[in-house]
């Protein structure tokens, strides 16, 4: 009877813009202020930050109640924020950075309204588990958001090349190009696949439950 009970209170709602009836307009009106600010301060090429596609999705994801959305951006982004969140810590702590990627955040010449938007960084983590706990891991999220990764990629190459998004054009450790663009782009897609989305994958599958089946 126990387990029962259980396994019923942590059935997965109903997917659908029903799924976060007050969360979904805290997000749309998040997203408004966030990007705006973003566009401002960064430019609309900043947009093609993996992190950063990861809020915009994530937030239609919460729109419209999609657990694919919001599971492709929990691959996405769960280990590369706690790496932000980690890095900006240590740098608090130490006056040095552990893995790189938010210098900016102690850069005068930005605002610090601006800068502190990027505590996003630390709330969507925790915000897209629940999010999962609520609706369920769609299993599907690897392959989509590995080919959705492989296209902003690409389009960093020739939007913004030399701002290096995503670490397009040069790689984050040796700072280098590894061969012609195809190369340094499927090679760099290759390793976010395999070494942050999909062990991320296997742990959400293992960790989460399957979203609800759909009613007809």
């Known amino acids: 009877m126990t387990g029962g009970s259980g396994a019923a209170r942590a059935a997965p709602r109903p997917a659908g813009a029903g799924a976060f009836p007050r969360l979904r307009w805290a997000a749309a009106a998040w997203l408004l202020v966030w990007a705006l600010a973003y566009a401002r301060g960064y430019g609309w090429s900043n947009f093609l930050q993996l992190c950063d596609v990861s809020v915009v999705l994530g937030c239609v994801g919460l ?11 929990a691959v996405a982004s769960l280990v590369i924020d706690l790496a932000w969140d980690l890095d900006v810590l240590w740098r608090a702590a130490t006056g040095n950075h552990l893995v790189g990627g938010t210098e900016y955040m102690w850069d005068a010449r930005l605002p610090l309204g601006l800068r502190l938007l990027s505590v996003f960084h630390v709330f969507w983590p925790p915000l897209l588990v629940w999010a999962l706990r609520c609706v369920g891991y769609d299993r599907r999220a690897l392959l989509p958001q ?30 280098r190009s590894w061969g012609p663009a195809p190369l340094h782009v499927g090679l760099t897609a290759a390793a976010l696949a395999g070494l942050l989305y999909f062990p991320t ?16």
């Open 63 to 73: 729109w419209l109640g999609s657990p694919l959305l919001l599971s492709m951006q």
């Open 146 to 175: 590995t080919l959705l990764a492989l296209v902003i990629l690409a389009a960093s190459r020739v939007v913004a090349p030399e701002a290096n998004l995503n670490f397009a054009r040069r790689d984050p450790f040796m700072d």
């Open 201 to 216: 994958h296997l742990a959400l599958r293992r960790t989460m439950p399957a979203p609800r089946a759909r009613e007809d």
